[in-house]
């Protein structure tokens, strides 16, 4: 079963909460504070993995998740960190937001593992929070959220040449002559229904990689038929091979046909038509006067257009060689660049810069009041101990730092009005 594209859920891990405690030693009766710092998250790492040439495993899992980082301890005892989870794709895996269907990033080329979310960072203990005037700190840093993410995974073959051409002209018959594939071939229409990889090797040269790509039909880049399932997997391509049954045996005029398939490739992505193509007029062996048949017509058309037309047979064999090494010069002319999909956002900004904001600062306008939320600032009232002057002073500055004051003031809020945070209410006072 060919897997080309999945929907999962990635999440990284949380940053574990910074301790509050302190020294309780024989003999050391003023003891200081010695929570210890939380453990970082685990991070969300894809990696390529040569050995997959399908998504089929997320078939069945479909939600991966980082280690949490543990709290801190005693006696400035750090917590462990959350592990990271290391999920591996064949090359060429696209991945998308799903919400939006941006590319994030593009597992191709140089791009062999990538870090897409990373784990909340661990929350200070105690410790770090001892002054000259505040010795005995009763509170700590929470940890960072995790962040998460649902993805679309997209596998694009790679591959230097792709076959394209209308049902049963014989792509699967070329691939199985020219390369060590095997597909299913028969006569009737879309025996394809996966795209098959072979490699071409050749005397003298390193040889390349080929994709037989299903049948296409008009209307395939409207999404007709197998449509848009396998129409980007020649957008990686290098080389067109267009065949052609150039005898005729569907039926067909060869000559439409061309024009047919050159038009839907047009229609999906003009820079996919605009690509180097080679015509490939199979079933010549068929054919009983090639002087006077579709194949002069074809030539008589393309050729001066730059576009070469070989007339082969992928049964017999005839014409074969001349065609692969002609595709092999054009190969070298155009080096080895992969088509590499440039993400069309940052990852850490957009929607995943969302996922960081530790709270939000809104005017309620039927109480009256302002109300800031947030996991952040939910976490450091329970670690703070508002009753104790050091500890209102701490919060106080804990507004200051995070810019929760300097949004209050952006909304006007103004000496005297209420401030709500989760069951707290303050007056404003500058």
């Known amino acids: ?19 509050v405690s302190f020294r309780h030693e024989k003999f050391v009766p003023a003891g200081g504070p010695d929570g210890g710092d939380g453990g970082k998250g685990g991070d969300v790492i894809f990696r390529v993995d040569e050995g997959l040439n399908t998504l089929i495993d997320f078939r069945s899992t479909r939600k991966y998740k980082a280690g949490d980082g543990e709290p801190g301890g005693k006696k400035n005892c750090r917590g462990k960190d959350g592990k990271s989870i290391v999920i ?19 597992m191709s080329g140089e791009n062999r593992e990538v870090t897409l979310l990373k784990g909340g960072r661990g929350g200070s203990g105690n410790q770090h929070y001892a002054t000259s005037t505040m010795q005995a700190p009763m509170y700590a840093q929470p940890g960072k959220p995790a962040k998460e993410l649902e993805l679309l995974l997209e596998l694009k073959v790679i ?3 792709g076959l394209v051409g209308l049902p049963n002209v014989g792509k699967s018959t070329f691939l199985a002559r020219v390369t060590n594939a095997k597909p299913k071939i028969a006569n009737y229409h879309f025996t394809t229904l996966n795209p098959n990889l072979g490699v071409v090797d050749l005397d003298d040269t390193k040889g390349f ?31 067109l091979i267009h065949i052609v049954d150039a005898a005729g045996t569907e039926g067909r005029d060869p000559l439409e046909d061309i024009c047919a398939i050159n038009k839907e490739l047009e229609a999906y992505n003009p820079d996919i038509a605009m690509r180097p193509q080679v015509i490939a007029a199979n079933k010549i062996d068929a054919i009983y006067d090639r002087e006077d048949s579709a194949l002069k017509r074809i030539r008589e058309k393309f050729e001066p257009k730059g576009i070469p037309v070989y007339p082969i047979s ?44 530790p709270y939000t600062v809104e005017y309620d306008q039927s109480n009256d009041e302002y109300v800031v939320e947030g996991p952040s600032v939910e976490k450091m009232l329970g670690y703070t101990n508002l009753e104790s002057e050091k500890g209102f002073a701490f919060f106080q500055e804990f507004l200051k730092t995070s810019g929760i004051l300097e949004q209050l003031e952006q909304l006007g809020i103004e000496d005297g009005d209420t401030v709500r945070l989760y069951g707290h209410s303050f007056d404003y006072y500058k």
């Open 1 to 19: 079963m060919f897997a080309d594209r999945a929907r999962i859920y990635v999440r990284s891990g949380k940053g574990g909460d910074g301790h």
């Open 88 to 106: 591996k794709v064949p090359p060429g895996t696209v991945i998308r937001e799903a919400e939006s269907g941006q590319v994030i990033v593009d």
């Open 159 to 161: 591959a230097d040449v």
């Open 209 to 239: 990689v080929i994709a037989d790509i299903p049948g296409l039909i008009e209307g395939a880049s409207e999404g007709v038929g197998l449509g848009h399932e396998f129409l980007r997997h020649i957008e990686r391509t290098k080389v």
């Open 314 to 357: 992928a049964v017999s064999g005839e014409g074969v060689r001349d065609l692969l090494y002609h595709v092999n010069e054009m190969l070298q002319e155009l080096g080895d660049e992969i088509t590499v999909f440039e993400p069309e956002y940052d990852a850490e900004a957009a929607r995943l810069k969302q996922l960081d904001e």
